[in-house]
């Protein structure tokens, strides 16, 4: 038997065969699968943006979901990164010493197991 492919349906017969396929899945599908479907699709749909027009129709999506909540979101979120970027606020000078640092302490701790041995 020679294997179907969506060439040999029209474009009704293939939109009806997507409509049942989807149907089909979401019915299988456990409450903890729909939810983990749902978060990956709103998290491509809101953490993908790409460009004004896109980043546009997600702030709406998010201005309307929390619709009197959002200016006290704002907050929140503008405190948690402030305080965030306060302890990260290392010039790359630094950043280079601290890891240099660590490689060296890393290698005398090697050294002195080495030692006991």
């Known amino acids: ?18 409509d ?6 979401v019915n ?16 491509d ?3 993908g943006t790409v460009g004004n027009a896109e980043e546009k129709e997600a702030w709406e999506e998010i201005k309307d979901h929390f619709s009197e909540d959002l200016r006290q979101k704002i907050i929140e979120v503008k405190e948690k990164c402030n305080k965030n970027h306060k302890v990260e ?15 060296l302490k890393q290698q005398q701790e090697e050294q002195s197991s080495k030692d006991m041995w």
Do not use: C, G, H, N
Not at 1 to 15: G, N
Not at 89 to 103: A, N
């Open 28 to 43: 299988s599908m456990t409450d903890s699968d729909l939810r983990k479907f749902v978060k990956e699709i709103i998290i």
């Open 20 to 25: 049942m396929y989807i149907s089909s899945r």
């Open 89 to 103: 606020q290392k010039s790359p000078e630094e950043i280079e010493f601290d890891r240099r640092l660590d490689l």
């Open 45 to 47: 749909q809101i953490k």
């Open 1 to 18: 038997m020679e294997e179907l492919t969506f060439k040999d349906l029209s474009e009704k017969e293939l939109d009806t065969l997507k």
